[in-house]
């Protein structure tokens, strides 16, 4: 991209002229105590050009996970709500369909509660999906059948 395009004013712009600069390659491609140096302006200028430049030809960040549901459509995959919006909001919709999920923490907190309803909104029949089957596993002996069945009715 043309230097020119960027809107500087006079001074920076003959500064590059100067040198011959017409392209973002020339100011990019060295380190900044060079351009400092080959422009001779002071460091804050050097770094707000060249900050500026950047941040306008450079292309926006993007985490790996980002990169991965843009390339394999992750970002559709199906989910069960946990009814809790936060927690929803933080698992990006749910808990995910087809994953293992281990849920974890102190005595008391309703781990065994929360398991139980999600694998009943995991096990109701859901568009798009033929089967609902649940894997539960428990390692404390906490599992009620007859918890489950009550949670299932009032869903």
């Given at each position: ?57 450079a ?61 009943v ?32 009715w009032?869903?």
């Amino acid at each position: 991209r043309k230097l020119r395009l960027f809107g500087f004013d006079d001074e920076v712009n003959a500064a590059f002229k100067k040198r011959d600069w017409t392209t973002c390659e020339h100011l990019l491609g060295l380190p900044q105590i060079e351009v400092i140096h080959e422009l001779q302006l002071p460091l804050p200028v050097v770094q707000h050009i060249t900050s500026s430049v950047s941040s306008r030809i450079a292309p926006k960040c993007k985490t790996l996970f980002n990169m991965v549901e843009e390339r394999h459509g992750i970002h559709q995959q199906r989910v069960v709500q946990t009814r809790l919006p936060l927690l929803d909001a933080y698992l990006r919709g749910g808990i995910s369909v087809g994953s293992v999920t281990e849920i974890v923490g102190p005595a008391g907190v309703g781990k065994s509660q929360f398991c139980h309803l999600v694998s009943v909104m995991s096990a109701l029949p859901q568009e798009g999906l033929e089967d609902s089957s649940v894997y539960y596993f428990d390692t404390e002996g906490a599992f009620s059948p007859s918890r489950v069945e009550q949670i299932a009715w009032q869903h």
